[in-house]
């Protein structure tokens, strides 16, 4: 095949300020911050009021501390838990990479449940509007991925005009499944999530927009497995499926669970506030 695209040669580091190194993925979740806030302080106000403005700018440490952790945890766990167990300092050696969506999709829930204990609010409904800001950043997190030319996609078996030969993995055209992602977890899922989220009756089910949220992204994560290459310290499962598959099952469980539970509950209206 001899149309395919060459990986540009992209420098892993963003930005160099003096003696600070800012790379590319370090740089998505920062960008990804700032496009997000407003959206959701925006989104909280929406009747029924859910929150104050200012609850969003206070969860933020919540938020970030639990997609680092959890995300890096998830990794640990669910894709190299042999080798960290032998190697357990290199745990902290985050700057090597390794992070798992499904780990930090559990830690935000982990801080959205906290945060709102702490500060009273309700659980669900405070859920419903943060989660649609976030595809923004798993938009800009598989454009990191490519960028730093990872994650790539599997050998393409036709004449794709996309296809793309990456470094250090032979010399096979394969998909560019980062992008292939970034499209559907994170701009296909923001559409879906902002269309939703402006009509009242849906904002008015406490938990709906959650649990579309992560039907939606184990959708579209399970969609994109089949076009990429999976990590090979694990390989294929059972039956050809992958572990990102496999993870996204309990996923879209809770998420079709939620959206039932939602549903069957009368709608929330009091306090029905518009900003």
Known sequence: MTNALIFPGFDPVALHIGP?????????YIVAFILAMPLARRLVGLGPKVA???????????????????????YVLFYRPLFFLSHPLEIFETWKGGMSFHGGALGVIMALALFTWRRKLNFLSFSDRIVVVVPIGLALGR???????ELWG??????????MIFPNVGPEPRHPSELYEALTEGVLLLL??????????VRSRPGFLSGLFLFGYACARAFCEFF???DANIGFLSGGTTMGQLLCVPMACAGIALMAYAMRRPPRLEDWIES
């Open 20 to 28: 600070l190194v800012v790379r590319w993925y370090a740089l998505a």
């Open 52 to 74: 104050t403005r200012e609850a969003v700018d206070d969860f933020l440490f919540y938020a970030v501390l639990g997609v680092l952790l959890g995300g890096r945890l998830g």
């Open 143 to 149: 454009c990191a991925n490519f960028i730093n030319g």
């Open 154 to 163: 599997r050998p393409v078996g036709m004449d794709l005009p996309w296809a």
């Open 192 to 201: 879906v999530m902002l269309v939703a989220v402006s009509k009242p009756c």
């Open 228 to 230: 990429r290459q999976p």
